[in-house]
C-alpha cells in the first residue's frame, strides 16, 4: 500500500518507487469524480425543472428525458468506477487494473453514446427533434378550441419561449384558426419568426451543449486513464 506522506520535493519510497504517478492519478480521479457529481446534478436540475416538467408532461414528450437518463445514469456509474480506481492505486492492485481498464473502454462508449443521443434530440439543426416536436406542436395547434389543457400549455409554451404554433403561424391559419395574441412579441407586436418546434430545440441547446460537452470530455479521460493505469501496473510489476 502506498503512503501519501512525502516531502515537498520527494516522492521516492522506501522501494525505491516514485510515487508521483500515484498521487496524480488519485488526484485526477477526485477532480473527474466531481466534474461527473456536478453533471449528474445537473442532469437531476433538467428532470426536476418546474417549468420544463410541466411541458414535458402536458405535451407528452419524453424524448430529451430519455435520452439524458443515459448521460446522467453514465456520470453516475463513472463516479464510483472513479472511486474505485481511487482504492485500486493507493491499495496498488494491480491484478485489478486490467478490471479498470476494460470498465473505462465501456463507460467510454457509454459517455459517447449518450452525447450523440443528447445532440440528436437537443439542438437546433437536429431534424430529429423537430420532427418529433412539429408532430407534437401540430396536434396541440389542432386541438386548441376543443382541448383547454392543450391550448393551455400552448399558450404558456409560445409566450415563454418566444414561438408561434409548430412551424408559425400559418398553423393557425391552415385549419381556420385565429392566431393567439401569444404568438406576437409583447412590445412590438410582431409575430414571432419561427415555430415552436425550432424555438424549442434552441431553447434545449444550453443544457445539451454542456451535458454532450463534458461527456466528450470523460470520454477522453478514458483513454488518459487506461494509459495511465497500465504505465502505474508496470511500474510496480517492475519492483517484484
Not at 126 to 140: G, R
Not at 168 to 179: P, R
Not at 190 to 198: A, H, L, T
Request: glycine residues 6%; hydrophobic residues 50%.
Amino acid at each position: 500500500m502506498m503512503t501519501l506522506t512525502m516531502k515537498k520535493t520527494d516522492t521516492i519510497d522506501d522501494r525505491g518507487f516514485d510515487q508521483s504517478l500515484s498521487l496524480g492519478l488519485i488526484l485526477m480521479q477526485i477532480i473527474l469524480s466531481l466534474i461527473c457529481l456536478a453533471n449528474f446534478a445537473i442532469c437531476i436540475w433538467i428532470r426536476f425543472d418546474l417549468d420544463f416538467w410541466e411541458w414535458v408532461v402536458e405535451i407528452g414528450w419524453y424524448t430529451y428525458w430519455n435520452v439524458m437518463y443515459v448521460v446522467m445514469i453514465a456520470m453516475l456509474l463513472k463516479t464510483f468506477l472513479l472511486g474505485l480506481g481511487v482504492w485500486v492505486v493507493y491499495e496498488e492492485r494491480t491484478s485489478f487494473v486490467p478490471v479498470l481498464c476494460i470498465l473505462h473502454v465501456l463507460m467510454f462508449v457509454l459517455h459517447l453514446v449518450g452525447a450523440v443521443l443528447v445532440c440528436l434530440y437537443g439542438v437546433e439543426e437536429s431534424q430529429l427533434v423537430k420532427s418529433e416536436l412539429h408532430d407534437v406542436f401540430l396536434s396541440l395547434v389542432y386541438r386548441w378550441d376543443e382541448d383547454p389543457r392543450a391550448s393551455r400549455i400552448l399558450r404558456i409554451i409560445q409566450e415563454y419561449v418566444g414561438c408561434c404554433g409548430a412551424t408559425g403561424g400559418g398553423d393557425y391559419l391552415g385549419v381556420f384558426k385565429e392566431i393567439p395574441t401569444e404568438c406576437r412579441h409583447p412590445v412590438t407586436g410582431n409575430e414571432w419568426d419561427d415555430g415552436c418546434e425550432q424555438a424549442l430545440a434552441w431553447w434545449l441547446e444550453p443544457w445539451t451543449v454542456t451535458l454532450a460537452g463534458f461527456s466528450c470530455f470523460i470520454c477522453l479521460t478514458d483513454v488518459i486513464l487506461v494509459y495511465l493505469y497500465l504505465r502505474l501496473r508496470r511500474q510496480l510489476n517492475s519492483l517484484l
